[in-house]
């Protein structure tokens, strides 16, 4: 069985810094990429930053670039985004997913993914 299990959504003060993990279990065969995407309520799920797991390439959108950071560990099956010099538009549920269908730069595009995580809520507030 699947899953993708993420952690450290916590109140952050604007400017301040956060990381948030994903870790994988559960499957034999590597996915190809995982992205972390966010949602606020009454908007649409966004993606927000993935990773070549194989080849470590790396996209954001332009809404966290120069500011967060993703990172993979293959051995621990993690996926890392450290967000940084965070702002109250920050504020959001984050989920990492994966898909085996997911490659290359079409990963930070699309909302469907087979396998999802539950949700870390991130608050940027004074």
């Known amino acids: 069985q699947v899953q993708l299990v993420e952690s450290g959504g916590d109140l952050v003060q604007p400017g301040g810094s956060l990381r948030l993990s994903c870790e994988a279990s559960?499957?034999?065969?590597?996915?190809?990429?995982i992205t972390w995407f966010r949602q606020v309520p009454g908007k649409e799920r966004e993606g927000v930053s993935c990773i070549g797991m194989a080849n470590g390439d790396t996209y954001y959108a332009d809404s966290v670039k120069g500011r967060f950071i993703i990172s993979r560990d293959n051995a621990k099956k993690m996926v890392y985004l450290q967000l940084n010099a965070v702002v109250p538009e920050d504020t959001a549920e984050y989920f990492c997913?994966?898909?085996?269908?997911?490659?290359?730069?079409?990963?930070?595009?699309?909302?469907?993914?087979?396998?999802w995580s539950r949700g870390t809520r991130v608050t940027v507030s004074s």
């Open positions: 997913a994966a898909d085996p269908l997911v490659r290359g730069r079409a990963c930070l595009y699309g909302r469907s993914r087979q396998y």
């Open positions: 559960g499957f034999a065969v590597d996915f190809p990429t």
